[in-house]
């Protein structure tokens, strides 16, 4: 079966063509960074118009590149939540005038369901169930025990802030360029000598998160060190770096800990921070079955779209409406 997939949920115009849920036949994305970086954040009404100026010529891309017409496809997947109202209007509107084009059903994507469908992108050996996911993106940050991919247990969340926030927010402190995760990742590998600098242990709930606190620390700290002047490349050095560890240590811990009490040998990570090499490097050391979708699947995709769509079906013609659907 072959599932076009739409994302549109914030800063990624993105299709996906996917076979059987697990095989890449063609992509496309046009990423918005360039234009929100200079915002220091995604700016919502732009984002809606460049989705909207890029959509078609994303979709006609991702179908070159399978070979295929639209004829020729079987569902069309569209992520309908969560996500920012007019990006995924975009995205939901293309859908269904494809839809009463050509006859192809509707089938309408849970963002979140997506990204943990993602370990199954390039992978055609089907994922073993049960397992515990962490789901750590700019808009989110959840433990889940999943049984199958339509049937999931929240287990925890943050309480304010997710992890990719705190990554953009703290980079922002730092005078780092949108978006902040892969920068702070970067500026903390420099560091080749002592830091003395430690960010404070969050006190929340069992498999629960709070980055607020991270925040402000930080904010605290680059006022403090900048009072005379600048701050200086070392100063940036160390307080990314001890974000990044106390931020990685604390999705890690709280992982493996809902791994360990729900006796699960199998963990994923998922979603854009997923992507960070020194939570990856936490979570592997463990004696556990550790899955995380290729790098470039941890961000936003149409594939992992695509992929949703084959393996958690709730299919439509093009009467559903995006503000009745129900959350994961
Ligand atoms: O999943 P995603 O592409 O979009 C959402 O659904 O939100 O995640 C984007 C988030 C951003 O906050 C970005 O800074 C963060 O993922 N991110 C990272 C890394 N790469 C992306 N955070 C930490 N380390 C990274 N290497
Ligand atoms: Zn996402």
Redesign the pocket.
């Given at each position: 079966m072959k599932v076009l997939g739409i994302e549109t949920?914030?800063?990624?115009t993105s299709v996906g063509i996917v076979e059987d849920g697990w095989k890449i036949l063609g992509e496309s994305t046009h990423s918005q960074i360039q234009t929100h970086r200079r915002f220091g954040g995604i700016v919502p009404e732009i984002a809606a118009r460049e989705h909207f100026e890029f959509i078609d010529e994303v979709v006609f891309d991702a179908l070159d590149q399978a070979e295929l017409s639209l004829g020729e496809i079987d569902r069309i997947a569209v992520t309908y939540a969560p996500?920012l109202m007019s990006s995924l209007l975009v995205g939901v509107t293309a859908a269904k005038a494809m839809s009463a084009l050509t006859n192809i059903p509707i089938v309408a994507v849970h963002?979140?369901r997506a990204?943990i469908c993602a370990i199954q992108l390039n992978n055609p050996q089907l994922v073993e169930f049960p397992f515990v996911c962490l789901l750590?993106?700019?808009?989110?940050t959840q433990i889940l025990y999943v049984s199958s991919f339509e049937e999931m247990k929240l287990l925890g969340g943050t309480l304010d802030d997710?992890?990719?926030?705190?990554?953009?927010k703290v980079?922002r402190l730092l005078g780092l360029p949108?978006?902040?995760?892969?920068?702070?990742?970067?500026l903390a590998k420099c560091l080749d000598f002592d830091c003395d600098v430690v960010f404070p242990m969050p006190k929340v709930g069992e498999f629960d998160f709070s980055f607020s606190g991270l925040k402000t620390f930080a904010l605290r700290k680059v006022q403090a060190l900048s009072q005379e002047d600048e701050l200086s490349e070392c100063q940036k050095i160390k307080i990314a770096y001890a974000f990044?560890e106390r931020?990685?240590s604390e999705l890690s811990r709280k992982l493996i800990a809902a791994a360990t009490k729900y006796n699960c040998q199998n963990i994923v990570i998922?979603?854009?921070?997923?992507?960070?090499?020194?939570?990856r490097s936490l979570v592997q050391a463990h004696e556990l079955n550790v899955i995380a979708p290729d790098l470039r699947y941890?961000?936003?995709?149409g594939a992992m779209i695509a992929s949703a769509g084959y393996h958690c079906p709730d299919v439509h013609g093009m009467d559903f409406d995006i503000k009745s659907r129900q959350p994961l």
């Open positions: 949920s914030c800063d990624d996500g963002h979140l990204h750590a993106s700019g808009g989110h997710s992890a990719g926030e705190a990554f953009d980079a949108y978006p902040g995760g892969p920068e702070i990742e970067k990044q931020a990685c998922s979603g854009g921070v997923a992507a960070n090499s020194r939570l941890c961000m936003d995709n």
